[in-house]
């Protein structure tokens, strides 16, 4: 009885018929909520179109009619503001969610797993492909592993239960060749049971969607067993909302998209950080007329975790590698240690109501690595360490350091264009797609798993700039 009533729950707050995959999950859905078995994890896994996001609204829905509470989060802050648009409910980066930021008294700023003091509550996590259960660049936070970290939390709060969602074709975590937490034997080796349900059908209001059409192509390749695909035949005539397009009209292009959709909402993709810089130097010089290095209104992207700049209760515990922001105000500039700094005030797009006042660094605009190589950070440790020669202590020593301010200063790059992993996880009105330097060998399913999430940025239309035309041949692997 208590199934059938969520299943109809469930239901009700779809706009349209489910597929038989989504019947299946809501069947799925209903019995996981009905049920107290305690150490249960709830996977859904979903291709771009099949209506992932519209289950997870029907769950937000359903979860709050029965007064059940639920915490929406996502790996990043431009991932949280697009489940929170379409779900109309707020939601949080898991690391605003699940760490606190220990006392600085000891000067190291590191993050601990928060206590979880929800009850009988659902965490649904969208976008968790980008979950890594690798240490990497957030060792400062908790154990270091996320996926850890997370599981750990949730589970540790009085009935509580996880809802992971996300698309297994997508760009795995850097540095690891699929998605733990998207993968249900990883998860059930950390002792937990597992519903898994996949979503594959697109739904019928998206099968005139030409992303769609060629990106459901890409990963039925990503899912097969070939090796060496060879170029896929992206089909262009008969849909509105992609276009391939030459050099020559490029700059046009980008220009109208600023007009219609604003520069927030329009976004270029590349395969390097080297490509990368080369479409923001041209966007800022030919399309927004920037002559300076920087300017009030510039986009910028974080390229480092920086826990310095954001205070403690304010709406950014750290700021994120990836986030991104606007330049409200440029104070001054300075040149010390051998490093050329600005003094600014920065708008975080992603984040309501979140000003900084804070220091960049200028050379991290112009590089072609992610951010500074270990050379370059090393050299900066040690001409600010040479303030402190009278502190003989290295504990003391290095305390000091930490609370340098250009120490701290962020390292940002233009945020006109970016890497494909930078973009994950979040949408843009446009899209333009530059797959860069490509020959027939370099085609393998990483290579697709990286076209298939650049193709799924776009809300409304997509540009292929410069594409091989072996694309668009016959001869292309027809799926």
């Not at 018929?17 to 809501?26: A, D, K, M, W, Y």
């Not at 950080?273 to 399309?287: E, T």
């Amino acid at each position: 009885m208590i199934k059938n009533h969520l299943q109809a729950l469930l239901t009700q707050n779809l706009q349209f018929s489910p597929t038989s995959c989504q019947i299946r999950l809501i069947e799925g859905l209903a019995d996981y909520i009905s049920s107290d078995r305690p150490d249960e994890i709830m996977l859904i896994k979903g291709y771009a179109g099949t209506g992932k996001t519209t289950m997870i609204n029907a769950l937000a829905q359903a979860l709050n009619l029965l007064k059940i509470r639920t915490v929406l989060m996502a790996p990043t802050g431009r991932a949280a503001k697009v489940i929170a648009g379409y779900t109309g409910k707020s939601a949080f980066t898991i690391h605003k969610k699940i760490y606190r930021q220990k006392s600085s008294a000891d000067g190291m700023g590191n993050f601990v797993l928060d206590k979880n003091l929800y009850k009988n509550t659902y965490f649904i996590v969208d976008e968790s492909s980008m979950i890594s259960d690798q240490p990497g660049d957030s060792s400062v936070f908790g154990s270091g592993r996320l996926l850890d970290d997370l599981l750990e939390y949730v589970y540790s709060g009085e009935n509580c239960r996880l809802v992971l969602v996300g698309d297994t074709a997508q760009l795995p975590p850097v540095g690891v060749n699929i998605s733990p937490a998207l993968d249900a034997l990883q998860l059930e080796n950390y002792g937990f049971s597992v519903k898994e349900y996949e979503l594959t059908e697109v739904v019928r209001q998206e099968s005139d969607s030409g992303v769609l059409f060629n990106a459901t192509k890409m990963r039925r390749l990503i899912a097969a067993d070939e090796q060496a695909p060879g170029f896929l035949e992206i089909k262009l005539e008969s849909f509105s909302d992609i276009d391939r397009i030459g050099g020559g009209e490029l700059i046009e292009k980008i220009g109208t998209c600023y007009d219609k959709y604003g520069f927030f909402e329009t976004t270029v993709v590349t395969r390097s950080n080297k490509r990368a810089n080369l479409y923001n130097k041209g966007i800022r010089g030919s399309i927004l007329y920037k002559e300076n290095e920087i300017e009030q209104g510039d986009l910028l992207m974080i390229v480092k975790n920086n826990y310095f700049w954001a205070g403690e209760g304010a709406e950014l515990d750290f700021i994120a590698n990836g986030d991104i922001a606007e330049i409200e105000k440029i104070y001054s500039y300075e040149e010390l240690y051998g490093f050329r700094f600005a003094n600014v005030n920065l708008r975080f797009v992603d984040y309501e109501n979140v000003e900084l006042d804070c220091k960049i660094f200028l050379e991290t605009l112009a590089i072609e690595t992610a951010s500074f190589s270990q050379e370059r950070n090393r050299e900066l440790f040690e001409a600010v360490s040479e303030d402190y020669p009278d502190i003989r202590n290295k504990r003391e020593r290095w305390k000091k350091i930490k609370e340098n301010p250009y120490f701290n200063a962020l390292q940002v790059k233009y945020a006109y264009a970016l890497t494909c992993h930078k973009a994950q996880g979040g949408q843009w009105k446009a899209v333009f797609v530059d797959h860069g330097y490509l020959v027939e060998d370099m085609l393998d399913k990483e290579y697709y798993r990286w076209l298939y999430t650049a193709f799924t940025r776009p809300t409304e239309k997509l540009f292929l700039v410069n594409f091989n035309k072996n694309f668009f041949e016959s001869a292309g692997t027809e799926l």
